[in-house]
């Protein structure tokens, strides 16, 4: 079986968060795989002990974004692909999904394994979008995936339980963050991500046109901060009301 | 200019492993002892081999890979269990590798680095400590077998080993040639453990009397040729030296950078006090001590790393090391005060269990008679 994990590399979410003056997210600073991916390459791992064949990982982003690759090939994936192209900078979801859908196409997978979102963007869309330009049933919000045959089933997570989902192969599956905590790699396992193949292609290559940005972000703002709430005082009598009626005109009760 | 990134991201696993897996339960494990079971959990993600031959179930790596490994045990505050993983991998196990046979490697270094059997190594016994070659215990040598008689005192893990690693007479006239080194499976009749004995520090390790009564070892156990004990026991003990400095200088970082926030936070008189200049300046002395004394601790294991045999700078790391984990534990203790002093917070363990390095492993006098040797004093 043949499975793909799609992998990012993002700020890391343990330094302060800034943009770009273009509103786009910094990525100079301290930058890590991101940990929804990590659930993924896992994920890939778990599927390829089961039943055999190779976790391939793509990715898109600046040159830098191998060290991101390097992390996930030390947790024993078998080799990667990265979509790297000045072209490609600033790119909306539509055109990274495009982008990745391209160069995920060559490989002619039976899984794509995503993370629901982005650590940065957080955007959820690059997975349903990826799974529509490449005509793949998609599975999202996974909290538990299974292979029997040639059909993929998970636990598709709501709010007050699961639905089991199942779809033919080949097919996507979004995984939730918490589906699997990420094995800790081997020194061999690290060792060994040094040696393993990471083929770059660009634009050119996967023959894309690269469109203008369909949506571009024109400002940002801090979200207000909360206002000061209304005290009700106890006086003994009416205060237990008070905050009824409050607590009904909110439709809380 | 010691690590490579390769190490730097080791030790990102061996962190997060740590935190989730060791550090929630170091308290309770200070009561009980910790379980073997964490001991398998080391070896089934590599941590029991990491400089160990690949072909062994090792990780191949370098010296620089185990000292990740014990910084980040110190760093967590693992204590007791710190102890009892150093005392496997670099204190039991790199005799057996060095000086083993192909069948004793299979038999002995390939379960230990699988985490499957935990190692020990007994050469203090009640009469001969800082004075080794005072030991009394016996191997005679009978058919095939070596008999030991004899007892060993304050051995670390030695109540849980699958096995351990013997220093015996092999030849009571010999003097310094007489010793040899035996590896004892557990189970052996004849070797016992007698008690498990309460310390000061280092509570989630387990430390034991053995008393090894007509003990049958098949000679095939005997590690290295007959009367090399000694010499190998040398060799062995500037490893475990080494890897003891190494924790320490690491656990006095974690100490100091601990009591430097405690310090920061804590408001007395209207300020923080460590705008007071009497704590400022214990605190800048305490991390030029660690500083001067890890660059001394680094150089050394790349020279350990590659090949080198040096004596008197192991033997200055580890009196130094001990002496500034002792006393940095100590101040860190006063930057705290009361609070320093009840058991919630950390220093109050971190200074009993750094008591153990200015004695274990050689104690501070034995290190400066070693260097003192190494000058031809
Ligand atoms: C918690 C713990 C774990 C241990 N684990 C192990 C283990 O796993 N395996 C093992 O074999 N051993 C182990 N030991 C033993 C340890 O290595 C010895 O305790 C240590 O070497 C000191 O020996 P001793 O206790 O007999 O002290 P002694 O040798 O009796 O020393 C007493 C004092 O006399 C001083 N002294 C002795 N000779 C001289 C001299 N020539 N000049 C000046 N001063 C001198 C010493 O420095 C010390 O201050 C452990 C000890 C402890 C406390």
């Given at each position: 079986m043949k499975i793909v994990v799609t992998v990012k590399q993002v700020p890391d979410p343990n330094s302060p968060q800034r943009l770009d003056a273009d509103n786009t997210i910094a990525r100079d600073g301290d930058v890590v795989l991101d940990p929804g991916d990590a659930c993924g390459v896992e994920i890939g791992l778990r599927l390829k002990e089961a039943h055999g064949g190779e976790v391939v990982l793509v990715s898109m982003g600046p040159e830098r974004a191998r060290e991101a690759i390097r992390k996930a090939l030390s947790m024993g994936a078998d080799r990667a692909v990265l979509v790297t192209d000045p072209a490609l900078e600033g790119a909306d979801v539509n055109t990274t999904a495009r982008a990745l859908a391209a160069a995920i196409g060559s490989e002619s997978p039976d899984l794509v394994v995503c993370a629901t979102e982005s650590y940065d963007g957080s955007t959820g869309m690059v997975p349903p979008m990826l799974a529509e330009v490449l005509g793949l049933p998609q599975l999202t919000f996974a909290n538990h995936v299974e292979v029997n045959g040639s059909t993929v089933s998970v636990h598709r997570q709501t709010e007050d339980g699961y639905q089991v989902v199942e779809a033919p192969m080949p097919a996507l599956v979004a995984v939730t963050a918490g589906i699997a905590e990420p094995r800790y790699a081997s020194l061999r396992g690290i060792m060994a991500a040094r040696n393993k193949e990471v083929r770059t292609v660009g634009v050119a290559d996967l023959g894309l046109e690269v469109p203008a940005p369909a949506e571009t972000v024109e400002g940002v703002e801090d979200a207000p901060s909360r206002q000061q709430g209304e005290i009700v005082e106890d006086d003994g009598a009416s205060g237990v009301e008070r905050i009824m009626a409050l607590l009904q005109a909110a439709k809380v009760i | 200019m010691y690590f490579s990134d390769a190490h730097q991201e080791l030790r990102l696993h061996i962190r997060r492993f740590l935190e989730r897996e060791v550090v929630p339960h170091l308290e309770e494990w200070e009561q009980t002892t910790f379980p073997d079971s964490i001991i398998k959990r080391f070896g089934e993600l590599g941590f029991l081999g990491l400089r160990y031959p690949i072909e062994y179930g090792g990780q191949g790596g370098d010296y620089f890979s185990a000292v990740v490994l014990s910084e980040e045990m110190a760093r967590a505050h693992c204590g007791g269990l710190g102890m009892a993983v150093a005392v496997h991998t670099?204190?039991?196990t790199p005799p057996v590798l060095r000086f083993g046979t192909e069948e004793q490697k299979r038999r002995f270094l390939v379960p230990a680095i699988r985490g499957d059997e935990i190692a020990a190594i007994a050469m203090t016994e009640p009469d001969a400590g800082?004075?080794?070659?005072?030991?009394?215990?016996t191997a005679r040598r009978e058919a095939g077998h070596y008999i030991l008689n004899g007892r060993k005192i304050f051995i670390t893990n030695g109540a849980r080993c699958g096995w351990c690693l013997v220093v015996a007479r092999?030849?009571?006239?010999?003097?310094?040639?007489g010793f040899s080194l035996f590896l004892v499976p557990?189970?052996?009749?004849?070797?016992?453990?007698?008690r498990t004995l309460k310390k000061l520090g280092m509570h989630s390790s387990d430390t034991a009397e053995l008393l090894f009564e007509d003990c049958r070892v098949p000679a095939d156990f005997r590690l290295g040729p007959e009367g090399e004990g000694w010499k190998e026991l040398m060799w062995e003990l500037q490893g475990e030296r080494l890897i003891a400095a190494c924790g320490q200088i690491a656990g006095a970082q974690a100490v100091f950078e601990y009591a430097m926030q405690y310090a920061k936070d804590r408001i007395a008189f209207g300020q923080p006090?460590?705008?007071?200049q009497v704590i400022k300046h214990r605190l800048v002395d305490m991390a030029n001590r660690i500083a001067a004394v890890r660059a001394l601790v680094y150089e050394t294991c790349a020279r350990w790393d590659a090949g080198e045999y040096p004596v008197r700078e192991i033997s200055q790391c580890k009196l130094l090391s001990a002496q500034v984990a002792v006393e940095v534990a100590d101040d860190a203790i006063q930057i705290l005060g009361g609070h320093g002093y009840m058991?919630?917070?950390?220093v109050e363990r971190a200074w009993r269990d750094a008591r153990l390095a200015r004695i274990g492993a050689g104690t501070d006098e034995i290190m400066k008679e070693i260097i003192a040797k190494t000058y031809g004093l």
């Open positions: - | 670099e204190m039991a800082s004075d080794l070659a005072g030991m009394r215990t092999s030849d009571p006239a010999a003097g310094h040639q557990r189970d052996t009749p004849g070797f016992h453990v007698t006090i460590a705008s007071f058991s919630e917070f950390p």
